[in-house]
């Protein structure tokens, strides 16, 4: 039995939507999604807040790997980790909505705690 959730796509465009919607969270602080998406991005979110914590070259390049856009890294480093520099995970929050209008999914907001 598997893990993770497959969300219905191969792994390559499963990895493509969820490096972007992780790049998207740490750019805006929160996104709205469905409530698998959303329990799928945090865990790959909070392992790059923790990556941001130790400003090493090697961490830098490694977060640049998964994050879509490089101004974003550069913001997790500068700004995002080191806000949660004292806390030992728990780095995003998932609040559910109720379902969608037009296919009733379920809905969540994934936020950063601050």
Do not use: C, W
Not at 103 to 113: G, H, N, Q, T, Y
């Amino acid at each position: 039995m598997s893990t993770y959730r497959k969300l219905g796509k191969t792994t390559d465009a499963r990895m493509a939507m969820l490096r972007q919607q992780v790049t998207d969270l740490l750019d805006n602080g929160r996104m709205e999604t469905t409530i698998t998406r959303a329990k799928e991005i945090g865990p790959l979110a909070e392992k790059m807040i923790t990556l941001g914590k130790n400003k090493s070259l090697a961490n830098y390049r490694s977060a640049l790997s998964f994050i879509t856009r490089e101004d974003v890294a550069k913001k997790l480093f500068d700004e995002i980790a080191p806000s949660y520099a004292e806390r030992n995970g728990g780095y995003t929050r998932i609040y559910r909505l109720g379902p969608r209008r037009g296919d009733a999914a379920e809905m969540a907001v994934i936020e950063l705690v601050k």
